[in-house]
């Protein structure tokens, strides 16, 4: 069974740091991995999907890397902002599933 | 983007009574939706896979007949959550993949509080 982690469970940075959260995951065959972003009491946005033949995506701030031989993956956010603040979750999909598998996310602070 | 809405967002009832959630695809049409459920500081687990004309499948510890799932058309899922406990009080999500873009669609979630 898939299990996936995240660390840390909680971070809290000065406006303007650059920053990297961590997902591992235990069951290398997997068929994408997505990054959310979700705010309290809110559902969730979808900021980056990885392929698994892909090794990472960018999009603006937010670069995510994805290592499957290790089970690994990064989510690098630059020059971070209060509005950055939120809870992120790494999920991943196995093959011919649209199923997801969630982390228990990191908690985000910027602080200004 | 595609959208996902849920209905209600927040619902309090006392125990005992039943709820229904429901979740509509707004621009798409979603042969599949999954509904999730998130305790706090928890992430979300997969309750069921709602399947449009045929049984949901259920997850591994989740009560099938407490956890009514009815996917009557391509747009709408509801759940309803039977007989409701104070133990029940969660935020319950569903989403929806759209066709072809390997992603999904998230719901705003509803909140549910069984007093």
């Known amino acids: 069974k898939q299990e996936v982690t995240q660390i840390p469970a909680a971070l809290s940075v000065p406006e303007g740091e650059n920053l990297v959260l961590n997902c591992s995951f235990t069951d290398s065959a997997i068929y994408n991995l997505q990054w959310f972003r979700q705010d309290p009491g809110k559902g969730l946005t979808s900021l980056l999907l990885?392929?698994?033949?892909?090794r990472e995506q960018t999009s603006g701030r937010l670069n995510a890397s994805l290592d499957k031989s290790s089970g690994r993956s990064t989510l690098y956010i630059a020059a971070s902002q209060p509005g950055d603040s939120a809870t992120y979750l790494c999920?991943?999909?196995?093959?011919?599933?649209?199923?997801?598998?969630f982390g228990k996310g990191t908690k985000l602070s910027v602080i200004p | 983007g595609a959208v996902v809405s849920q209905h209600p967002s927040w619902v309090i009832c006392k125990s005992g009574t039943s709820v229904k959630i429901e979740c509509r695809s707004l621009d798409f049409q979603a042969t599949t939706m999954f509904w999730y459920r998130q305790f706090p500081k928890q992430s979300l687990m997969l309750m069921a896979t709602s399947n449009e004309g045929s049984k949901a499948t259920y997850e591994q510890g989740v009560e099938k007949d407490k956890f009514l799932i009815n996917h009557a058309s391509l747009t709408l899922s509801t759940l309803t959550v039977t007989s409701a406990h104070p133990e029940d009080s969660s935020f319950y999500i569903c989403?929806?993949?759209?066709?072809?873009?390997?992603?999904?669609?998230f719901g705003p979630g509803t909140r549910l509080l069984v007093l």
């Open positions: 989403s929806a993949p759209n066709r072809g873009q390997e992603t999904q669609y």
């Open positions: 999920a991943l999909t196995g093959a011919g599933s649209y199923q997801l598998t």
């Open positions: 990885i392929q698994s033949s892909q």
